[in-house]
């Protein structure tokens, strides 16, 4: 399967954006979907995750209450709105693809990777 991430962009601190995510090439509806990001100099972090009905979603603590993630599967999109943002949300972000039901989390779970958006938040 194919990701196809966007919707990436320059905000002030406290704004809001809204990723997408569009898949194409397999059964969307296999897959449960994660939301990762990547500052300069640092690791990949997980920021949510959500199960192939959209029925259970999973958050960093780091983004509880402020990120939403979300599926249309008859779309093949996964979303995450993005509000309240900080200036050490900026990363770029990833969305990505897995047929595994635990560890939602790991990156090292998901098979499929989208080519990723930056997010850039200023102070």
């Known amino acids: 399967v194919q990701l196809q991430a966007s919707g990436g962009g320059l905000v002030q601190a406290g704004g809001s954006l809204r990723l997408s995510c569009v898949a194409s090439?397999?059964?969307?509806?296999?897959?449960?979907m994660g939301w990762f990001r990547q500052a300069p100099g640092k690791e990949r972090e997980f920021a949510a995750a959500i199960n192939r009905s959209g029925s259970t979603t999973t958050y960093a603590d780091s983004v509880k209450g402020r990120f939403t993630i979300s599926r249309d599967n008859a779309k093949n999109t996964v979303y995450l709105q993005m509000n309240t943002l900080k200036p050490e949300d900026t990363a770029v972000y990833y969305c990505?693809?897995?047929?595994?039901?635990?560890?939602?989390?790991?990156?090292?779970?998901?098979?499929?990777w989208g080519q990723g958006t930056q997010v850039t938040v200023s102070s």
């Open positions: 990505a693809a897995t047929t595994w039901e635990r560890l939602l989390y790991a990156p090292s779970i998901y098979s499929y």
């Open positions: 090439g397999g059964t969307f509806s296999m897959y449960n």
